[in-house]
């Protein structure tokens, strides 16, 4: 006779209890970086200088904002302020762009060196591309070509201001070097068609399909360089 006893279920082994993760503080909004009290007391008593646009300082604006508030400023803590402040890439970004200098009054005074100018591209390029997959050399290269060319300097004054012991900065400028012989070459052979030509700027452009106001700069250009070379 067979066994129909129904088999005890086995019983059940009670599941542990779930664990919950501890929830997580409530999002919390985006944490702006602490200012230096001293730069927001400089921005207080020059907006111009230190507000939503930042400008190129005078040299000696440090000397000048100790004498104008004896009784604001630390020597040592202003120095530390306006040591972050010239750093900031929106300060170099200012320099970089060729803005002149200004004093405190927000008046522009003097022009900034071209080394300075040529150090402040150099140092933002390196901060935006550590942060971009893109290459960002043709940019920088782009800007070093106008910053050459707005300075003035021969090749070898510009170089010799500018160089340094980074080899990759220094090959930036080389290209930047060749792109200016490059359009140089450009314009030099567009000038002697245009000589050549009899033509005015107007019909010239037109012969070329080129605009006008390209072809008027491009002379304007050359014969500009024509008249600084040494006789």
């Avoid at 190129?56 to 630390?74: H, R, S, Y």
């Avoid at 901060?127 to 940019?139: C, G, I, T, V």
């Amino acid at each position: 006779m067979t066994d129909t006893t129904t088999p005890t279920p086995r019983a059940k082994r009670p599941r542990p209890a779930q664990r919950t993760r501890p929830a997580g503080p409530p999002q919390q909004q985006q944490r702006t970086r602490e200012v230096h009290p001293v730069l927001e007391k400089l921005f207080e008593l020059y907006p111009k200088m230190f507000g939503a646009q930042f400008l190129p300082l005078k040299l000696g604006a440090f000397q000048d904002l100790l004498a104008e508030n004896p009784d604001v400023f630390k020597r040592d803590e202003l120095k530390v302020a306006l040591g972050l402040h010239a750093r900031s890439t929106r300060y170099l970004e200012c320099v970089a762009a060729g803005h002149p200098r200004h004093n405190l009054q927000g008046e522009a005074v003097e022009p900034v060196a071209p080394e300075h100018v040529h150090h402040a591209i150099m140092e933002v390029f390196r901060r935006r591309q550590a942060r971009s997959k893109e290459d960002l050399r043709p940019k920088v290269v782009a800007r070093l070509v106008a910053a050459i060319e707005a300075s003035g300097l021969s090749r070898d004054e510009y170089a010799e201001r500018t160089r340094t012991q980074d080899e990759a900065a220094n090959a930036l400028l080389e290209e930047a070097f060749a792109e200016i012989a490059v359009q140089t070459a450009k314009r030099e052979a567009l000038m002697r068609a245009f000589e050549a030509s009899g033509k005015t700027v107007e019909q010239f452009a037109e012969m070329y399909g080129m605009a006008p106001a390209d072809v008027a700069q491009a002379v304007e250009r050359t014969r500009q360089a024509g008249a600084a070379q040494p006789q």
